[in-house]
């Protein structure tokens, strides 16, 4: 089994390291050993035997983006040759032997170096400022008598992702009508992009899910999380900062209790006993959006707001019921809530029952 470790370098002192395995077909043997190392040089296992094994795909791309370095390090073992190639689209051309460079490929001996790192022999081919016109390729390493096909790495640079979509139960979050207790599915979906973005689903500051080019969760909302902020981001190694898309929901609810009536719980009022007038107000609980009130009260009061009624305080309202009912369209909620006025007369003496 041959090893490549593949290392982008940027300028920043971040370091992404990929490690590629690379299996030869079935029946070829290895006829070279060499170690397993990992970045920071401890050999991991040393193949000392050869190795039969089912083929995979022996190639990798790599992304190295414009001006960054682009460092590729095959593992060969201490003393082993090793050769890095570059494909010009028709054959295999010469690039390295060890740490020589063929002074004869044109245009790929500038800003090209090899280091060489022993233990445990491994040779980086090192390519400065990299410019995706003259720099992207197929290169290839060949470890001592090894013949092709050779594990390789298409390198190339990378692009962003030209935008990023929310969308809630597959439309766009602006005409989404969404009621507590629902469960709805959130998508977010790169656009573009190579390699394909990383993206990921945040919910009021909390990552919900991550994954490749487009990820989903079911979201059950409840009047506490009102609104919630839903942001999807997108990267890849193009950029140094996500693209985002920021969505604010707000989600409907209805009236957590009433309607009420309150103002009169029941008490005989008399009339020409001042007050003269009692006020009777309809509340409903916290909901979203604000419920419809609607009064049905018969001739003697008037309205001083759309939840409010001023009752005059004589004879007629004796018996009198007031209804106050709820509605609020989007959740289909509906209550209702009564009351009935007593009014006596003021009386005349204590011997007669009749109103002066």
């Known amino acids: 089994m ?185 998508t977010c979906e790169a656009i573009g992009g190579s390699p394909t973005p990383t993206v990921t689903l945040i919910r009021d500051g909390t990552e919900l899910v991550s994954g490749t080019g487009s990820v989903s969760r079911d979201i059950v909302q409840t009047r506490s999380m009102n609104p919630v902020v839903i942001q999807c981001e997108a990267t890849n190694v193009a950029i140094d900062n996500p693209i985002t898309d920021q969505t604010t929901i707000n989600v409907l609810y209805p009236p957590s209790s009433g309607p009420d009536i309150m103002g009169y719980t029941g008490q005989v009022l008399t009339e020409g006993v001042p007050p003269t007038t009692v006020t009777v107000t309809c509340t409903v609980g916290e909901a979203s959006p604000v419920p419809t009130l609607t009064w049905n009260c018969p001739a003697g009061s008037s309205s001083t707001g759309s939840n409010t009624r001023v009752i005059s305080i004589n004879r007629s309202m004796n018996g009198v019921t007031c209804t106050c009912s709820g509605s609020q369209s989007v959740t289909g909620w509906t209550g209702v809530d009564s009351v009935t006025f007593t009014v006596h007369c003021k009386y005349k003496g204590f011997q007669t029952m009749y109103c002066i």
């Not at 414009?66 to 040759?81: A, E, I, S, W, Y």
């Not at 890095?84 to 090209?112: C, E, H, M, S």
């Not at 090899?114 to 022999?121: A, D, I, K, L, S």
């Not at 980086?124 to 001592?144: E, I, P, W």
């Open 2 to 186: 041959r090893t490549l470790t593949m290392y982008i370098l940027h300028k920043t002192p971040t370091l992404d390291v990929h490690t590629h395995m690379c299996d030869y077909p079935y029946g070829r043997q290895m006829k070279t050993p060499h170690s397993v190392v990992n970045i920071a040089g401890r050999v991991i296992q040393t193949v000392v035997m050869a190795t039969l094994l089912s083929g995979i795909d022996c190639q990798s791309t790599v992304y190295v983006r414009d001006g960054d370095d682009m460092r590729l390090t095959c593992t060969g073992g201490n003393g082993v040759q090793v050769k890095w190639y570059i494909n010009d689209g028709t054959t295999d051309q010469l690039l390295t032997i060890n740490a020589a460079i063929n002074p004869n490929v044109p245009g790929f001996t500038v800003r090209l170096s090899v280091t060489y790192n022993e233990p445990p022999g491994q040779y980086a081919l090192v390519r400065t400022s990299f410019n995706k016109n003259t720099d992207s390729g197929v290169y290839s390493c060949q470890v001592g008598l090894d013949e092709p096909p050779y594990p390789t790495f298409s390198v190339r640079s990378p692009d962003p992702p030209t935008s990023i979509t929310t969308k809630i139960d597959g439309v766009d979050p602006d005409s989404v009508v969404w009621v507590e207790g629902q469960t709805k599915t959130v």
